[in-house]
């Protein structure tokens, strides 16, 4: 009956209505595309193509095009290559002054942020569309087709497969704009997802064939486990620790009159799912030196075996290292401090200045290593979930950066739909507090 009374509701804001209404068109026009070939390939014979992309990074890079990258689609390097224009952005406004007066320029400076991330992007399509494409023909060729790809015909598929991602990035655009919002990251979650049926119904075949009896008892605890797993993620991607802060209206002498009592909520996991993604691009080092279709032994041997125990120690070790690393540059305990002192704030207990940042900084580094420790099961989740028997494409699910964007995608959508019904003066999606974003900027990366 609730449930009734939500879509009611939802459908009574008339602005909403629209809002929801364009989004689904869009995504409708993305899944089109998505199947929309290359011009001179044949779809015929991308069956090597999808082998490549079984598993691995391949498989993360062909979740996130929603199946646009073993099909050769004109979206087939899809928004990945913004992705990583971005991070390249954000990279650079903490280490360089000019990106970091860019950055507290408000309004303006995001603008010039955002138009050399758009610059950035153009220039590593133009890098990958020819790598994407020579890899196409080797793995068309291995399989014993043809593809006839020329300088001319190189250059004319690179400039579509860029105007494919570009266009891509103009969907997410339009879906903050005129749509629900949290443009990019839904599209990335309308990836993932378009990937679940098919790896929901592989796994609940498989169960049935190669299991003597009790089948389909075993694929139901395969769901719980993984609904399990789904709220652990909601929980690292929600919890905080609140810190009380006293502000004071007035100070005379030792005395302070008036004030309030706020908190300072610190983020279990304020690093998000960049951890994840630092350190997966570093292991995809050395499958990139020694090439995917040769067997290797040794050192190589175990830092190419993505199922593997060497792998995933070391996979989960640089997870924590890196969940440390940039939880020290995004969250500064000294510019909270000084921020508390210029309003006449203290936190009860502790002296303002450096015993307050020595405070903040103690509770920042209790805090992160629970969360760094579960943020990196989380990501290797999927590796035991294979060694345990699941398929590949259904073990993806079960964490790492596809459960992680699912979660928090889906918890910003759900706040933002939610506060246009309080907007509106209608109940909001939950009876008992409010849905929790994970931060105050909604994009997953």
Not at 115 to 135: C, E, H, K, S, W
Request: aromatic share 12%; hydrophobic share 50%; charged share 15%.
């Amino acid at each position: 009956m609730g449930f009734t009374k939500t879509i009611k509701n939802i459908w009574s804001v008339e602005d909403l209505r629209k809002r929801i209404g364009i989004t689904l068109l869009l995504v409708i026009i993305y899944r089109f595309g998505c199947y929309v070939v290359l011009p001179g390939i044949n779809p015929d014979e991308l069956l090597a193509l999808k082998n490549f992309t079984a598993d691995g990074l391949m498989q993360l890079l062909d979740m996130f095009s929603g199946g646009a990258f073993s099909q050769a689609s004109i979206f087939a390097l899809g928004i990945m290559p913004y992705i990583t224009a971005s991070i390249v952005i954000q990279l650079l406004g903490m280490v360089l002054p000019a990106f970091q007066k860019m950055q507290r320029e408000g309004e303006s400076g995001r603008m010039k942020l955002n138009q050399y991330t758009r610059y950035l992007t153009v220039l590593i399509l133009l890098l990958q569309g020819p790598a994407y494409l020579m890899n196409l023909k080797y793995q068309v060729q291995a399989a014993g087709g043809h593809v006839e790809l020329g300088f001319w015909t190189i250059a004319f598929m690179t400039v579509v497969l860029a105007a494919g991602s570009m266009f891509i990035m103009w969907l997410g655009e339009r879906i903050d704009q005129k749509g629900v919002g949290n443009g990019i990251s839904f599209i990335i979650l309308i990836g993932i997802i378009a990937r679940l049926p098919e790896a929901f119904v592989q796994e609940f075949t498989g169960c049935l064939m190669n299991s003597q009896g009790g089948g389909l008892v075993l694929f139901l605890v395969e769901i719980v486990i993984l609904l399990a797993v789904i709220a652990g993620a909601v929980l690292l991607v929600q919890g905080t620790r609140n810190v009380p802060v006293q502000y004071a209206k007035k100070i005379v002498g030792n005395k302070q009159y008036g004030g309030t009592r706020q908190y300072i909520p610190l983020k279990v996991n304020a690093a998000g799912v960049m951890p994840i993604i630092f350190a997966q691009a570093i292991m995809f080092i050395p499958v990139t030196l020694v090439g995917f279709s040769t067997k290797q032994t040794g050192f190589f041997g175990a830092m190419t075996d993505m199922y593997g125990f060497w792998y995933n120690l070391v996979y989960f070790l640089m997870i924590v290292a890196f969940t440390y690393f940039y939880t020290a540059i995004t969250v500064r305990p000294a510019q909270m401090a000084e921020d508390m002192k210029r309003n006449n704030g203290f936190i009860p207990g502790i002296k303002p200045g450096k015993p307050t940042v020595d405070y903040l900084d103690s509770i920042m580094s209790r805090i992160t290593l629970p969360g760094s420790i579960f943020l990196g099961i989380v990501a290797i989740l999927p590796a035991i979930a294979h060694v345990c028997g699941l398929n590949r494409s259904f073990a993806s699910f079960f964490g790492g950066t596809s459960l992680l964007i699912l979660v928090g995608v889906v918890l910003d959508t759900l706040r933002i739909i939610e506060g246009h019904l309080i907007m509106h003066k209608y109940d909001g999606l939950m009876k008992h507090g409010r849905i929790k974003g994970r931060s105050s900027g909604s994009s997953a990366f």
